[in-house]
């Protein structure tokens, strides 16, 4: 697997910034007495400001894995559902043992 970089993401339609750094950028969206940190967090997905943080001090797989989970709650967003962190877990999960197990790449 390659490193995760930073770019301009197309999610169903709409522009998003993905993010790929050791420390997060400023949120459009704090979250609520939550600090994101690179010591506490594996990545963010901030919902007014269209953008994902992932930490790159994570090993490869795990930053995809990650992206994969924010992603779901940026899919969330746009489709104005919500989904328990819970379910958004297992959602991850199993996507991610699925493409990684079978070597699928996506382009």
């Known amino acids: 697997m ?5 770019r301009t993401l197309n999610i169903m339609g709409y522009k998003w910034k993905l993010i ?15 600090v994101i940190s690179p010591d506490t967090h594996h990545g963010y997905c901030d ?5 994902i943080w992932i930490c790159n001090n994570d090993t ?7 992206f994969i989970h ?10 104005d559902i919500k989904l328990s962190e819970h379910k958004v877990l297992i959602f991850e999960a199993g996507l991610f043992q699925v ?3 079978n070597k699928i790449k996506l382009y």
């Not at 790929?20 to 939550?34: A, C, H, W, Y």
């Not at 490869?60 to 990650?66: A, D, P």
């Open 2 to 6: 390659k490193p995760l970089k930073s």
């Open 20 to 34: 790929v750094s050791r420390k997060p950028p400023p949120f459009k969206e704090p979250p609520d007495k939550l």
């Open 47 to 51: 919902r007014v400001g269209n953008q």
């Open 60 to 66: 490869v797989e795990h930053q995809y894995s990650t």
């Open 70 to 79: 924010e992603l779901i709650h940026a899919i969330e967003t746009i489709n």
């Open 99 to 101: 493409l990684h197990a």
